[in-house]
């Protein structure tokens, strides 16, 4: 087996084995490659089956027009449940403060909306489309990774995970969050996408837009929720993104990579890491991902 | 291109999470954004001159903190020839469950050495726990030669004693580099200064090494993960077993038996990818058809008529107890191996292996957290095993504790 047909393998196995474990799982979908990834694997895990779980969109309201369009063509493709919450609705029936600042990111309300839907369905395994090459305290997560009933991470109460025999028990209340793509790094779900000829939303490649560039020199999409100063700079880029995720805190990479072959080309040749290029939520601090994950963040 | 996965193991302070730091940094899989941040790290926590690469895998505040690895780090690179996933474990003895989880699903192990104390308790205990999990390949990287002034005999005599603690344990091949991983020699580049060694370095050792992919068992085996029924009107009948061949090849008209159920049936069809296949292989997701409608479900074993696989409730095995809590008589348990699960029981403490001479020593006491027991395990209902030597597979369990649903520990089928 080449290694793309072992890590699509490895992942088909996680989900069924979600599928024959739990009772109430969902799939947690953003319309980013990653989850759209797995959309593809639940495919060719359960068809001519329906899927064994709803898909879930944790909605910050600070989507991409194109990511929500895509999202809504492949729902209707296949057929499938999509359950959709706002962080718009949670902010106001928690009385929630919403972002605030130059870039007023719904990162870590979202979290608050994610714990209320599960616990509305009473979901006891969230499929999600982390990889562990991505951030380093995701290279410590297993691959069914245990919540409590506040949807907490314990990196030091992980349950040992051997061989591919996985322990999805849980009491009532606490849930099961599970990554069949852990092992796969950015260039194996490029290399996927091309090899199963995957479509992908538009801003992937690129197009020409409008961005500020901030203090570190990253191009930020603009938008009605930023804040515009009057000493920013404004530029005109051939750009695309490397993530997709809150509009107010995803940067945009320059980029002419109008296929996924040069997409493929320009990833191979880059120096800087894709959460490095795009994320400007785990620059607050080192530890910042360990944290939001502590807290209940998928 | 194939894919390798390998994991590293070694004391405290052999400089495992260094070597790994090495192997990225000089192959030039670090991107230059988290090369900054490291290079920053290592600023304030006093490093001067070189960056601090165990920083790398370190991923958790209270790894940093306190300078040791706790969990298991997964690394991952790509040459030119291969991928690698590298599963970084933690040395310190209070953390071996780790280790095991890190290093049950790999191909090839490597255990540093520090060229200094030579073999140490660590190195038996890990190197058990390889044999134990009938891991092809072990790899030693005797590090940190330049504190013995790359002397050859230093490498030599740990080689000869290595290889004589090793003996009983069974492993298929044993391999040996002299390495510094701090300054980099033997590691992606040739040192210069270990100019006796003739060998390749870990990076070309890592490009080139055969991997060995099982299995050892040419027996097919399949599990039933999930049953697929869609229930539509126009696939009313459809009645799909979903599962990964544990190992061998099945094919479409093929005998079948059915465990525990002892049934007989044929293989109807086989679809893979949603297409219609005549045969498929070790590792690959399949949905199987049978030809009688049968009660099959979740955990059921198919193999072909003519081949044999122990059913038994009765099971002698080596466990890895891994809860912080030691092993309380009667305590209720249960199996799982792979999709399978049964409720069981310990009936009997074998004995402990002790770590310095492999032997099962006859010992009263409980299972403390770590310790390596051969046991008796009872279950309620019937498993379809291997032996774990001739299957790693179907010879692999762990056991979860009822009560507060953890995984206790990990076993192989004696």
């Known amino acids: ?298 | 291109m194939k894919l390798l996965r390998f994991f590293t193991a070694g004391n405290v302070d052999d400089g495992k999470s260094t070597l790994i730091g090495r192997l990225l940094y000089d192959s030039k899989s670090i991107s230059t954004d988290i090369l900054e941040t490291l290079t920053k790290q290592s600023k304030s926590a006093g490093f001067n001159t070189e960056i601090d690469l165990a920083l790398l895998t370190d991923g958790l505040r209270a790894e940093r903190e306190q300078g040791i690895t706790i969990d298991v780090a997964y690394k991952y690179f790509t040459t030119d020839k291969r991928k690698f996933i590298i599963a970084d474990t933690p040395g310190h003895a209070q953390y071996t469950r780790n280790m095991f989880t890190g290093a049950s699903n790999t191909d090839l192990a490597i255990i540093l050495i520090d060229a200094r104390n030579g073999i140490t308790e660590q190195t038996k205990r890990h190197s058990i726990i390889t044999g134990t999990l009938a891991i092809p390949h072990i790899l030693i990287c005797v590090n940190k030669m330049d504190l013995v002034d790359f002397k050859e005999e230093v490498f030599e005599q740990i080689k000869k004693d290595y290889l004589a603690f090793a003996e009983p344990l069974g492993i298929k091949k044993i391999s040996f580099i002299p390495v510094s991983a701090l300054a980099g020699d033997n590691v992606v580049n040739k040192s210069e200064k270990i100019n006796w060694y003739k060998g390749t370095t870990l990076f070309d050792f890592l490009e080139n090494v055969e991997i060995d992919h099982e299995e050892t068992s040419k027996e097919s085996r399949f599990q039933v993960q999930y049953v697929i029924r869609p229930q539509t009107d126009e696939l009313h009948d459809y009645r799909g077993y979903a599962g990964s061949i544990l190992s061998g090849t099945f094919r479409k008209g093929d005998k079948i038996s059915i465990y525990p159920l002892d049934s007989q049936t044929t293989i109807e069809k086989i679809e893979k990818n949603g297409l219609e296949v005549h045969e498929a292989h070790a590792g690959e997701p399949i949905i199987i058809h049978l030809s009688d409608d049968l009660d099959v479900s979740r955990g059921s074993t198919i193999l072909p008529f003519n081949q044999s696989i122990q059913n038994d409730n009765n099971i002698e095995a080596t466990i890895c107890w891994m809860d912080n809590k030691s092993f309380q008589n009667g305590q209720k348990l249960i199996f799982q191996q792979n999709s399978f699960t049964s409720k069981a029981v310990i009936k009997e403490v074998i004995g402990k292996i002790n770590i310095h001479s492999y032997k099962v020593e006859e010992g009263e006491g409980q299972i403390q957290l770590n310790e390596l027991c051969k046991v008796h395990i009872k279950t309620a209902e019937n498993v379809s095993f291997d032996s774990y030597k001739h299957n790693r597979k179907t010879g692999a369990f762990i056991l979860i504790n009822e009560n507060t649903n953890n995984t206790v520990a990990a076993g192989v089928i004696l």
């Open chain 1, 1 to 298: 087996m080449d290694y793309l047909d072992q890590l699509e393998a490895e992942a088909i196995y996680i989900l069924r084995e979600v599928a024959g474990q739990f009772d109430r799982p969902a799939l947690l979908f953003s319309g980013g490659k990653d989850s759209i990834c797995l959309v593809h694997l639940a495919l060719k895990a359960f068809r001519p089956g329906k899927f064994p779980f709803p898909l879930v969109h944790v909605d910050t309201g600070h989507n991409f027009q194109e990511v929500l369009n895509y999202r809504d063509q492949i729902v209707s493709e296949i057929g499938e449940k999509l359950i959709i919450r706002k962080v718009e609705d949670t902010i106001i029936q928690r009385n929630l403060q919403d972002g605030k600042g130059k870039f007023p990111s719904r990162n870590v309300l979202q979290t608050y909306t994610l714990l209320d839907v599960i616990e509305e369905f009473e979901f006891d395994a969230c499929i999600g489309g982390a990889r562990r090459d991505e951030e380093k305290a995701r290279a410590k997560e297993r691959i069914f990774s245990v919540r409590d009933e506040f949807g907490q991470w314990d990196p030091k109460k992980q349950r040992p995970e051997i061989w591919d025999i996985y322990n999805g028990r849980v009491d009532k209340g606490e849930n099961v969050r599970v990554f069949p793509i852990s092992n796969w790094t950015e260039l194996d779900v490029w290399n996927y996408i091309k090899r199963e000829k995957i479509e992908l939303p538009s801003i992937y490649f690129t197009h020409k837009r409008d961005c500020l560039i901030t203090e570190n020199g990253q191009l930020m999409n603009i938008n009605q929720f930023i804040q515009l100063d009057e000493n920013d700079t404004i530029v005109t880029r051939n750009v695309r993104y490397r993530t997709v995720g809150d509009m107010t805190c995803t940067a945009a990479v320059e980029s002419v990579a109008s296929s996924v072959d040069e997409i493929i080309d320009e990833i191979t040749e880059t120096k800087i890491s894709e959460r490095g290029a795009t994320r400007m939520d785990d620059r607050a601090s080192e530890a910042a991902m360990e944290d939001r994950k502590k807290n209940g963040y998928f």
